[in-house]
């Protein structure tokens, strides 16, 4: 397959456009989001009462974003198939795309390593049936150059986290084949095989691969967050069966077994089998995870993996940690609220026809 190069050229000039640059932060966080606004597709810094700091014009739908707060940057990746990534600084101004290999495309998501000075992007290497990690050059003067792979240690890598040492990277593969002649049509679904592999960030050596049970082979592992105690918190798609009611929610610890999570039956009943995102509020001690088809937001105690409570908000997707305790939750339908675990709510933003948020919505630490 050729990689249209037109569009990527419509890119690069695109990021010649100069929307402004980063308003001074107020002293509260910043977050990252795409969206679509005005038939316009965007990434977006915001800060916590919804306000626009940066806004980044993209030529296509946008997923999640990898974050570099050390040096004030950030990498927005196309939604899958990916064929256009833009490296852009929070304060403004600089802008560069990364062009994609040919073969390859990206799935939405990366993570910074090795002190910033590399990029990790989930990949398909689409031809060869398999999950990569692209190593892309973020170093000073290293133009965004793909300097290598490693491979992902299984099919369909979604998400990839650093995990707390800063030397292993944790890798969400949903076990799903798929090839963009084909759009996001699903060509294994009898073969599945999700797991969680950690990767060394330094060599790509596969230093553990965890699965789950032989009949979950259709429960695809998708979306990743860390606790404060060091375990990986995932949320799952379940390709099977509409009817099948099997666990979405679920952590591991480095050398154990992974566990799941039902929680009550009506609110598992009320995922649809689909969870858009995960994310921990700002002690680590609770686990939000969303389900935009089901209209919910379910929050988990990292401790015990009891479910704490919900919130309901129509096409709920994006989470985030606030600043202090609880969450920002935004909408495809363009509302955003706060909430929490013990069931408060307030509006940020309030629907609108004019914003659609997407999936992830991604704070921006200090």
């Given amino acids: 397959m050729v990689i249209d190069r037109r569009r990527f050229l419509s890119l690069a000039a695109a990021l010649g456009l100069s929307p402004g640059a980063a308003l001074p932060a107020n002293g509260g966080p910043l977050y990252l989001s795409a969206r679509k606004r005005g038939g316009r597709d965007e990434a977006v810094l915001l800060d916590e009462a919804g306000g626009d700091r940066l806004v980044v014009p993209m ?40 062009p994609v290999p040919e073969e390859r495309h990206f799935f939405g998501h990366g993570a910074f390593v090795d002190g910033g000075r590399l990029l990790a992007a989930t990949e398909n290497d689409f031809n060869g049936g398999r999950g990569v990690l692209g190593i892309y050059d973020a170093s000073p003067g290293g133009a965004w150059r793909r300097v290598g792979e490693f491979d992902s240690g299984g099919i369909g890598p979604h998400e990839v986290v650093l995990m707390p040492d800063g030397k292993t990277l944790c890798v969400a593969n949903g076990g799903i084949l798929t090839h963009p002649d084909y759009g996001k049509l ?125 919130t309901l908000l129509a096409d709920g997707c994006g989470v985030a940690p606030a600043a202090q305790a609880g969450f920002l939750v935004s909408s495809g339908l363009g509302a955003m609220l706060r909430t929490d675990a013990a069931g408060r709510e307030s509006p940020v933003l309030p629907p609108s026809r004019e914003v659609s948020w997407d999936n992830h919505f991604r704070i921006v630490r200090a």
């Fill in 186 to 310: 699903e060509l294994n679904l009898d073969t599945m095989r999700p797991s969680l592999t950690y990767i060394d960030a330094a060599n790509g050596q596969l230093l553990e691969k965890v699965e789950l049970a032989p009949e979950l082979y259709r429960l695809s592992i998708r979306h990743l967050a860390l606790a404060a105690d060091g375990c990986v918190w995932f949320g799952c798609q379940y390709m099977g069966p509409a009817a099948d009611r099997p666990a979405l929610v679920g952590r591991h610890r480095r050398g154990a077994a992974l566990e799941l999570f039902e929680g009550p039956a009506e609110t598992l009943r009320n995922m649809r089998n689909y969870v858009g995102s995960v994310t921990v509020d700002a002690s680590g001690g609770i686990v939000a995870t969303s389900s935009p088809v089901g209209g919910q937001v379910i929050y988990w105690d990292t401790a015990s993996g009891h479910c704490l409570g919900t």
């Fill in 59 to 98: 030529p296509a739908r946008g997923h999640s974003f990898a974050i570099d707060p050390a040096n004030q940057r950030a990498v927005v990746f196309g939604r899958q198939p990916g064929f256009f990534a833009v490296a852009f600084s929070l304060r403004g101004g600089e802008r560069k795309a990364l």
